[in-house]
């Protein structure tokens, strides 16, 4: 067993922790409190490689491994998780989605300008009665001979006022329940595709999140991924690797939250000495410090067998179950530990906290992940 990195996965490490200390982090306050993030940011993460970087360079992408990319999100989300899960949906869901299922025809025409960062996408699933439950889709594709008409809402969709493309899963037939779901490329200048209002969160609040409304888009026959029926699949297949991504984005907000808390316990004083000194505050740290590195043991892992054709579904899952609960206590404490100073914005940490909470939601809740590992060991 080998537990040292690549040249090249080191240098994607320096990149990203450049990039989000000397890029994202001078903003990243204002960007939250105003949920904004500029073109100008994406632009830059697209001209560095980070939006498709598991894409072959034949497709536009920077052909890294897995590995290179758990080290780049758990960089990127130390200081912006709202940034990181840009990267995250585009990387994982729509790149790899595309890479993975598309035609040679889609892959030309839509994976190329996503993988290079020309465009953005986003992965609409989940719906206003379908989160978790993700086989109950309401959203229609009825097959009208030369091509679907698709209708319905989707909800909570990452990306979804600025994406380009949106892969949609949708039902073409009731009757066949999940086997009768399929997943389509729909562009997002077509006709009857409509971006509702941006949602107004709790946490990641620079990245924007919309309900996407899908009134009578006609799809053309070529633009479903897979054979007819393949959509549920696709989603199970593509939100798999996905999960590696947040769990690694739940690793840099632990490990943000973590590194903040240890500076500020060598500087802040109380009782006459600096507060690390304390065994309350040593304690804390043992353990965020502990978590944090058997959270990135598991997304290493995980990230290890997705490189190395294993099946990784099972350590995926459990790196983000792992990872997310472990980011929720971690940046907690670390508010805990800046007192006062925690719970106001310049500090960063509350930031952290609130960014944190997504993690245990988004791409499989904790209660999905516990379904998934649970019935990966007992079948
Ligand atoms: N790979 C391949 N196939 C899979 C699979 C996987 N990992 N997991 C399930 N399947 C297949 C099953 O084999 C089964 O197929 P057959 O019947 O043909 O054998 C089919 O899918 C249905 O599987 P289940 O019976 O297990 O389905 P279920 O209804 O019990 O649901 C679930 C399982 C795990 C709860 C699933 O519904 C799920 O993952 N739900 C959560 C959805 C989710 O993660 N949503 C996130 C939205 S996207 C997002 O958040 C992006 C963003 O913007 C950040």
Redesign the pocket.
Known sequence: MNFEFTEEQLMIQKAARDFANDVLKPGVIERDENQSFPQELIHQMGELGFLGMMVSPEYGGSGMDTISYVLLMEEISKVDASAS?MIS?NNS?VCYGLESFGTEEQKQKYLIPLAQGKQIGA?C??EPEA?????SQRTTAIDMGDHYLLNGTKN???NGGRAGVFLVIAQTDVEKK??GINAFIVDASWEGVQVGVKENKLGIRGSDTHSIMFNDVKVPKDHRIGEDGFG??FA??T??G?RIGIAAQALGIASGSYELALAYSKERKAFGTEICNHQAIQFKLADMSTEIEAARLLCLKAAYQKDNGLDY?LTGSMAKVFASEAAMRISTEAVQVHGGYGFVKEYHVERLMRDAKITQI???TSE?QR??ISRSILK
């Open positions: 899960v949906v869901l992965f699933l989940s989160g978790s439950d993700a086989t909570w969709i990452t999940h086997r549920f699949k199970m297949k939100l798999a996905g579904t988004y791409e499989g999905v379904i998934v």
